[in-house]
């Protein structure tokens, strides 16, 4: 199994740019796609955006589309997800997570593997 630890998370004020990092360890990570999720108070997870095991397959949520960029570098079994022109709205707890398939990527379901989540806060 592959174990997942998010980073990068914090406050800042609506139009700043955040970047998320979701370093793995235990297997390889090139075996694995990996999604971010997030989750607000009160609501359910919601899939934001997710990218294939080479990264030559990347997904999004529609309202974060042209502001958030997924990544991954395989060599540092690192993920990243760079989060820009942020709005109070994109304020949530991250979650990164990773599965073998790339089946149901859209729902949480279709992942095995989470982190632990970090807290983005966009302050108007």
């Known amino acids: 199994q592959v174990q997942l630890v998010e980073s990068g998370g914090g406050l800042v004020q609506a139009g700043g740019s955040l970047r998320l990092s979701c370093a793995a360890s235990g297997r390889t990570f090139s075996q694995y796609v990996m999604g971010w999720f997030r989750q607000a108070p009160g609501k359910e997870r919601e899939f934001v955006a997710s990218i294939s095991w080479s990264g030559d397959r990347t997904y999004y949520k529609n309202s974060v589309k042209g502001r958030f960029t997924i990544s991954r570098d395989n060599a540092k079994n690192t993920g990243y997800l760079q989060m820009n022109s942020l709005k109070p709205e994109d304020t949530a707890v991250y979650y990164c997570?990773?599965?073998?398939?790339?089946?149901?990527?859209?729902?949480?379901?279709?992942?095995?593997?989470w982190g632990q989540g970090t807290q983005v806060t966009v302050s108007s």
């Open positions: 997570a990773a599965d073998r398939d790339f089946l149901d990527y859209l729902w949480p379901k279709g992942y095995d593997y």
